[in-house]
């Protein structure tokens, strides 16, 4: 029985191509495709998966003009999937066997697939009959790549394609980059790195470097190598880090396109350099996904940098700082495969944007190459990653693509996204960029648009003055010229353009130009660093001017402070010395500096009111005005330190000369100026010693003088010269009588004045109670007796109303007195003076005394007549005390008696 073989069910008739990309003209021409037409008629799948590949065109030499290197690798179907993620408890084992990185092809398993191999450079993607919409078959091609890898390819045949042309380039000098996309479980990271059975790109780079590197180990000592690796992570969605996956790598940032403190480790040999790759590895972020077992959940990112630093004299190498790059990118994955949750959905998230940021950057930059006006799109910005490829991404530098996909049914979502994605960056051109590195200006010019990268490809430089001119340019060091050198270097360029030449010829002029374009990178270098040294030059002259003005106006302080402090210290010295003097005048020695003619001001001799005393009175007056510099000094400070021998040596010196009435003392004493000052407790209780105590009593008897202004009988000068005349008539009469006895009977019998003076002594001026009605006597004795009557009644008479007046100045003086009330007379004397300073006192005087005051003033005669008295008294008790005193006693009287004779004589004459 025969049977109608049924239509097989995995004939699918596939639509026409709607997206299917014809190859890009510029693109070489490769061998023609075996078939790929439009329609693809329905053929087993088996013959597919098992048919042998279309033979690979011949390999070409790389053309500089050629657009972006896209390799597509297919995955082995046959793999064991991964188990799912907590529905298999035996994860260990499963792991066990993915860490084999064994395929584990199971034949006939799964035999739907989605991606055939058209040619080596064409796949068509076959849209599952589940993911159809429609009956509707859906078939896309994709054509273009550099080369497409079976499912089948072997790790050495991908490497031959895809990296050793890049190593080549890197042993030359060049920098190239490879980066590998594809979804989550594709075979990128076995790409890379493959297994020790089967190793990847990486570990056969290294074999080849190494090999190279001893192969002209002798005759290129000087080359080095050194490897550095990272890795960008995301940790729990907190942004993007970077992780130094070198041994004691720590977490790094990453500033411009450098990453700022990553460990580049020197590699000699290709053991170092796998251990380092291998450790690198271990410490790469990976977690286990429904999609792979082993899944990376980082962006790994390795660089071998190769350093010449030599020249052997014969070949030029230009490879220095040349760097190649591999980069393995985390997978995109879908979290409805994944089956990620939590962290793990949280990487998702930073991979797949990652991934999108990545293809933007390309697209906008082949959407710039189609069109110029159109501007490069920032898109770099938006991660680590392009930030750290910007170069790459920016179309500045070379670098090529690996698309690793799964061929499976299951897998054509992901698969069809990634080729529409990618398969436009076929189109991306790339100039001449790896034959001119690191070139500024070309970096700067590449930005602008891509026409000059053509224009720069098409340069032969076989102009060699226009070289020369260039590299005479460039031996000028100075910055200046680094913009006009460009300059020529860009019309250089344009004229080699015009004119191209092709061949070995031009190649070398390439080199040449290389080097011209490295000196002028130097140049510029140079300038950069001439200018930033001379802005940090000026900057630090500034500061120095300001240090030094600085400096100055502190040494001006310092001298205006050393001027201070001396002015300071002599002011302390004469503050000292004014101390010192003051206690020097605590013993003054009159004798040895007689005092000055220089008035206190509060008891100037030359005030207005002694002016006419002075022209007029005699010697007697002098004598007046000396004692009372000896009494202002007494009563200044010196009053309590001077010492009885000292009084009594100035008492002697000035004789009959230097005692006197002190007419300004008195007047201002009467007129209740100082009265308070000179009454002050303070003052007087201060004097103890007896001469103190015999002018203190002598002030207080002045003080008592009142001075009549209105009755103008002031005893010596102008208005008060009738006084005088008395005195005189006093002193005619009583000339051999004892001078006290002369004076008071004198006074008493002859005149009205002299009573007045003698009430006055007894400070009855102004007292209504004294008695004046007690008769004066003529002798001696009763002179002494009606005196001391006087005294007495005006004393006793006062001394109630004074002690109810002014009862502290009156407990002042007695205190200041102790001594005198022991002695009869110098008590009468006493109680005489007391009350009169206490009626002259503030307190005592009445409100309107000011205005209406009298000033009436004794003769001098008569004041020396009491103290004449007193000091008699003196000398007889001294007899009775110690002894001391009396010799002071009878020294004073001596000179008493010596003064009033003088007094005598000048009043006689
Ligand atoms: N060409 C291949 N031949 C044999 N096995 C392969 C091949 N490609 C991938 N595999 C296996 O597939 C599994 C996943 O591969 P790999 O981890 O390289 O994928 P991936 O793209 O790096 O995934 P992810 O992006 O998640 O890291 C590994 O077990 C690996 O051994």
């Known amino acids: 029985m025969e049977h109608q073989s049924p239509c097989p ?28 037409p439009s329609t693809i008629a329905p053929f087993p799948i088996d013959e597919l998966l098992h048919a042998d590949p279309p033979p690979d065109p011949p390999r070409k030499p790389q053309s500089p003009s050629e657009n972006l290197n896209v390799f597509l690798r297919i995955r082995p179907l046959d793999i064991v999937p991964p188990p799912k993620i907590g529905k298999n408890p035996s994860t260990a084992a499963v792991k066990k066997k993915g860490k084999g990185m064994s395929p584990n092809i199971l034949k006939g398993r799964n035999k739907n697939v989605c991606l055939v191999m058209n040619d080596s450079s064409s796949v068509t993607l076959s849209a599952p009959i589940s993911a159809l919409e429609s009956k509707r078959a859906k078939s896309e091609v994709y054509d273009g790549f550099s080369h497409v890898f079976p499912s089948d390819s072997i790790q050495k045949e991908v490497y031959e394609r895809v990296m050793d042309p890049l190593v080549e380039g890197f042993m030359e000098g060049k ?89 580049e480790v020197m590699v000699c040999n290709l053991t170092v350099a796998e251990s380092l790759i291998a450790h690198g590895m271990l410490k790469r972020a990976t977690a286990a996904t429904n999609a792979n077992n082993q899944s990376s959940r980082s962006q790994c990112i390795i660089n071998i940098r190769n350093d010449l630093r030599n020249f052997d004299g014969k070949k030029e190498f230009l490879s220095s700082g040349a760097v190649l790059t591999i980069a393995d990118l985390a997978g995109a994955e879908k979290a409805r495969k994944t089956g990620n949750q939590g962290t793990r959905l949280l990487e998702s998230n930073f991979i797949n944007n990652t991934s999108m940021v990545f293809g933007h950057c390309l697209r906008s930059l082949l959407e710039h190459q189609k069109n110029p006006k159109k501007p490069l799109q920032k898109h770099c910005k938006n991660s680590l990653l392009t930030r750290y490829l910007r170069e790459y991404l920016e179309g500045k530098k070379r670098m090529t693509l690996i698309l690793t996909v799964k061929p499976g049914e299951d897998d054509y979502l992901d698969t069809s996204f990634l080729l529409r994605q990618a398969s436009p960056y076929m189109k991306i051109k790339y100039s001449n960029l790896e034959e001119l590195p690191n070139f500024p200006s070309l970096k700067r010019s590449t ?25 005479n340019d460039n031996d000028e060091v100075d910055g200046n010229h680094t913009s006009e050198k460009e300059a020529k270097y860009e019309k250089l360029q344009q004229k080699a353009n015009a004119s191209p030449k092709s061949g070995r010829s031009a190649h070398m002029s390439m080199e040449r130009l290389e080097d011209l374009h490295t000196e002028a990178q130097r140049a510029r270098n140079e300038k950069i660093m001439l200018g930033f040294a001379k802005a940090l030059w000026n900057v630090l002259k500034e500061y120095k001017q300001k240090l030094t003005e ?37 013993h003054p020695s009159i004798d040895d500096s007689p005092p000055k003619q220089e008035p206190f001001s509060g008891f100037s001799a030359t005030g207005p009111l002694m002016k006419p005393s002075v022209q007029e009175s005699t010697k007697c ?8 510099n000896i009494s202002m000094e007494y009563h200044s400070d010196t009053l309590e330190s001077r010492t009885s021998t000292d009084v009594s040596k100035e008492w002697a010196k ?32 201060t004097v103890h010693t007896e001469e103190n105590e015999m002018i203190g009593q002598m002030v207080d008897s002045f003080s008592n003088i009142k001075v009549d202004e209105e009755c103008k009988s002031f005893p010596f000068g102008g208005e008060c010269l009738p006084r005088q ?105 006493c109680k005489v003076r007391e009350p009169s300073v ?72």
């Not at 989550?184 to 074999?207: E, I, N, W, Y």
């Not at 004789?655 to 007087?684: Q, R, T, Y």
């Not at 009763?782 to 002014?806: A, F, P, R």
């Open 9 to 36: 069910p995995t004939t699918v008739r596939r639509n026409p191509h709607r997206n299917a990309r014809k190859t890009p003209s510029t693109l070489p021409p490769r061998d023609p495709p075996p078939s790929a």
């Open 175 to 263: 920098s190239a980059l490879l980066v590998a996309l594809g979804p989550t479980g594709s075979g990128k990271t076995h790409t890379m790195f493959g297994c020790p059975r089967d190793p990847g790109m990486v570990p056969r780079a290294l074999q080849k470097i190494f090999s190279h590197s001893n192969e002209s180990g002798d005759s290129h000592p000087s080359r080095s190598y050194y490897l550095s690796m990272f890795e960008i992570y995301s940790e729990w969605g907190k942004g993007e880090r970077i992780l130094d996956l070198s041994p004691n790598g720590v977490e790094l940032s990453l500033q411009q396109s450098s990453v700022k403190g990553l460990q």
């Open 447 to 471: 930005t602008h648009s891509g026409s000059e990268h053509l224009k720069r490809r098409k340069f032969n430089g076989s102009d060699s003055s226009l070289v020369n001119a260039v590299k």
């Open 550 to 586: 600085s400096d100055k106006d502190a040494e001006k302080l310092r001298d205006a402070l050393r001027k201070e402090k001396a002015s300071v210290s002599k002011l302390e010295k004469e503050l000292e010395e004014l101390r010192s003097c003051c206690s020097c005048c605590k």
């Open 621 to 628: 007056v002098d004598m007046v005005h000396e004692y009372n």
């Open 654 to 685: 000035h004789g009959g000369e230097g005692f006197g009435a002190n007419n300004i003392l008195l007047d201002e004493i009467s007129s209740g100026d100082n009265v308070g000052s000179f009454s002050s407790p303070m003052v007087l209780g």
């Open 725 to 829: 005349t008395e005195v005189k008539l006093a002193d005619q009469k009583g000339e051999n009588l004892p001078v006290n006895n002369h004076r008071v009977a004198d006074l008493e019998e002859t005149n009205i004045q002299g009573q007045h003076l003698v009430s006055t002594i007894a400070g009855s001026e102004h007292s209504d109670n004294i008695d004046r009605s007690s008769p004066p006597t003529s002798n001696s004795g009763e002179n002494e007796k009606v005196v001391t009557c006087n005294t007495q009644n005006s004393s006793l008479s006062m001394d109630g109303e004074i002690m109810k007046g002014n009862p502290k100045v009156s407990s002042s003086i007695s205190k200041s007195h102790p001594s005198v009330v022991k002695h009869d007379g110098l008590a009468d004397e």
């Open 838 to 909: 206490k009626i002259q006192s503030p307190a005592s005087k009445p409100p309107n005394c000011r205005k209406s005051r009298t000033r009436k003033l004794l003769p001098a005669s008569a004041m020396l007549l009491k103290e004449f008295n007193s000091l008699e008294i003196d000398a007889e008790n001294a007899k009775e005390n110690k002894g001391k005193s009396s010799t002071k006693g009878m020294e004073r009287s001596q000179g008493s008696i010596s003064l009033l004779r003088l007094l005598n004589s000048n009043v006689n004459r």
